[in-house]
């Protein structure tokens, strides 16, 4: 079984603080479509490592390891990808195609996660964790191809979270994930308006 070690909480407070200051960051920047976003979206999650595991919340540590991954492939997908302008990846739509392969991938990630979380950690909330983690891969995942849909996964995704992290007594971080889905409202609006017809 997997047991947090004993940390400083005025540390873990201040990491938490830090990591939400660059959550806001990272939201102002993804509503704006900027490339920007993918540097907090490096550093927050390597400074949300700390944090996740002391709170026990494993699943969240280890998607902490997958974004800064996914971070590094959406700032290379985002430069590469080129609009007709030639302005990089432009907003499109995710293809229909692909929300099979998305649903069958997710459900086996919440049911992979959700079995180590319970039966391999001292994971007080495994199916909860399970959940918000594996919405969040696909959201992350759909976020670096640019598909305007990315944001209504990160809506039900943030939602979840937030209830989550208040249940865990992570205060700052619940109110940052709450405002995350109600930025994610007026982000599929924004990013909607900057399909090219």
Not at 18 to 25: C, K, N, P, S
Not at 168 to 178: E, Q, R, S
Request: aromatic content about 16%.
């Amino acid at each position: 079984m997997l047991n947090p070690r004993p940390v400083d909480s005025g540390t873990m407070n201040y990491l938490e603080i830090a990591g939400t200051a660059l959550g806001v960051l990272y939201l102002y920047l993804e509503y704006r479509a900027s490339a920007w976003l993918w540097l907090p979206s490096i550093l927050m999650p390597a400074i949300y490592l700390a944090v996740y595991y002391e709170a026990g919340l494993y699943a969240d540590f280890g998607i902490s390891v997958y974004y800064i991954l996914a971070s590094v492939y959406g700032l290379i997908c985002w430069m590469r990808g080129k609009g007709n302008s030639g302005e990089g990846m432009p907003v499109t739509h995710a293809p229909r195609q692909i929300y099979p392969a998305l649903a069958a991938i997710f459900a086996t990630l919440f049911i992979i996660i959700g079995l180590i979380l319970s039966r391999l950690t001292d994971s007080t909330v495994p199916w909860a964790d399970s959940l918000t983690t594996s919405l969040s891969i696909i959201a992350m995942w759909m976020l670096a191809r640019k598909y305007v849909e990315q944001w209504i996964v990160w809506i039900v995704a943030d939602l979840g979270c937030s209830i989550l992290y208040v249940y865990k007594d992570l205060w700052p971080t619940g109110a940052l994930y709450l405002a995350y889905a109600v930025v994610a409202f007026f982000g599929y609006k924004k990013w909607k308006s900057l399909i090219v017809k």
